[in-house]
């Protein structure tokens, strides 16, 4: 894996420094040293890009999943493919009755399904695995998680082709025999922060 210099975290939170951020912890000291807020947001987008299919970007989210699972509303999976939940739902630490799969209604788009939940409040986060990007889309999902106080999470896996994104939190999860490593993105893709490698054992 490559490393670089960590930088300033040049993303949609900087512009908020003056404000403070309410946060979840992520349970995962090297990533929450990365974290501009130290923390996954309690209501907003973050975006995980992933090298394929197979990659466990979920294994970012577990501790805080655990968390929130104990705090009386959903966790939502918004049509999951299926190593994805039974990650979730193999975990010791997350509380599985909390958990809800939807799948979208006869004649409406996983992304509609996926706005409606981030809006209707009943859900501390929401997980999606969408197969497109639009700028549209990413300022209606960012507008739904704060009507909602919902933190949404978007994995995309980078062989689909590439789009700029506005949303606030980026990061590239890295995978090889060494082990595993995050970083920030900017909307271009371009990275931000050196990395924050972590155990598989996470």
């Known amino acids: 894996m490559n490393s670089s210099p960590k930088l300033h975290h040049l993303n949609a939170w ?99 399904t996926l706005e409606s939940l981030l809006r209707s409040g009943n859900f501390s986060v929401v997980m999606a695995w969408p197969g497109c990007a639009t700028e549209l889309m990413a300022k209606r999902l960012e507008k739904a998680a704060s009507i909602g106080h919902t933190l949404g999470i978007l994995f995309r896996v980078e062989t689909r082709p590439f789009t700029a994104s506005r949303i606030g939190l980026r990061l590239r999860l890295e995978a090889d025999d060494t082990g595993r490593a995050v970083y920030l993105l900017d909307e271009q893709g371009n990275r931000l922060s050196g990395t924050a490698p972590y155990s598989a054992a996470h």
Do not use: C
């Open 14 to 112: 900087d512009k908020q420094a003056s404000r403070p951020v309410p946060v979840i912890s992520a349970g995962i000291p090297e990533l929450e040293a990365l974290l501009p807020a130290g923390g996954w947001p309690k209501r907003g987008l973050v975006e995980v890009l992933l090298p394929d299919d197979y990659t466990d970007g979920l294994s970012l989210f577990l501790p805080a999943l655990a968390r929130l699972s104990q705090q009386g509303r959903w966790l939502g999976m918004v049509v999951p493919p299926y190593l994805a939940r039974a990650r979730v739902v193999s975990d010791r630490g997350v509380d599985a009755a909390r958990i809800l799969q939807v799948n979208p209604h006869k004649g409406r788009s996983g992304l509609w």
